[in-house]
T-cell receptor, first 108, second 113 residues
């Protein structure tokens, strides 16, 4: 079966660092993706990991451990505009399998 | 704007009516996907096209749902005999190949009364 777990909600302070964890158990694996989704808008691509390790892209970094079925998204220097849902997704052969998302609230 | 576009953005219909949504992918993308998203959930895969061929359909895609991509460009998703449980955001995405970095459109929000 397919299962992706991530926390439902998180709160962090402007300027701080937050780590959003994701664990997965899937029948296939074609990469681990993170998307950002603001309320009422479409998901936008943030990062992609296919090999173990850390991928850094500006204020955002994503880590993958395939043996542990684990990934995290790290957001640095939080800004108010980072308040959004963050979706962890596993790539299948022809689709993405999404978790339910983590709603992040950034407070002043 | 050269992103993925969807039309309409909102659709309100009565139970039992048929509805059709359109998706225009990024022009050079040969892969097109439909997802459905309900409140508080992540997108759920419905179907996938490579060019004009529909290569995969989810079990979520009941026989009331049909999707086409006749010329390998735009796609339509039709829902027949809509039910209240069909109320959701219908998202279209496109990509140019594996890995599946998919670019999403703004979605069509369907409300079935």
């Amino acid at each position: 079966g397919q299962n992706i777990d991530q926390p439902t909600e998180m709160t962090a302070t402007e300027g701080a660092i937050v780590q959003i964890n994701c664990t997965y158990q899937t029948s296939g694996f074609n990469g681990l993706f993170w998307y950002q989704q603001h309320a009422g808008e479409a998901p936008t691509f943030l990062s992609y990991n296919v090999l173990d390790g850390l991928e850094e892209k500006g204020r955002f970094s994503s880590f993958l451990s395939r043996s542990k079925g684990y990934s995290y998204l790290l957001l640095k220097e939080l800004q108010m505009k980072d308040s959004a849902s963050y979706l962890c997704a596993v790539g299948g052969a022809n689709n993405l399998f999404f978790g339910t998302g983590t709603r992040l609230t950034v407070i002043p | 704007d050269t992103g993925v576009s969807q039309d309409p953005r909102h659709k309100i219909t009565k139970r039992g009516q048929n509805v059709t949504f359109r998706c225009d992918p990024i022009s050079e993308h040969n892969r097109l996907y439909w997802y459905r998203q309900t409140l508080g959930q992540g997108p759920e895969f419905l179907t996938y096209f490579q060019n004009e061929a529909q290569l995969e359909k989810s079990r979520l895609l009941s026989d009331r749902f049909s999707a086409e991509r006749p010329k390998g460009s735009f796609s339509t998703l039709e829902i027949q005999r809509t039910e209240q449980g069909d109320s959701a955001m219908y998202l279209c995405a496109s990509s140019s190949g594996t890995p599946n970095e998919q670019f999403f459109g703004p979605g069509t929000r369907l409300t079935v009364l």
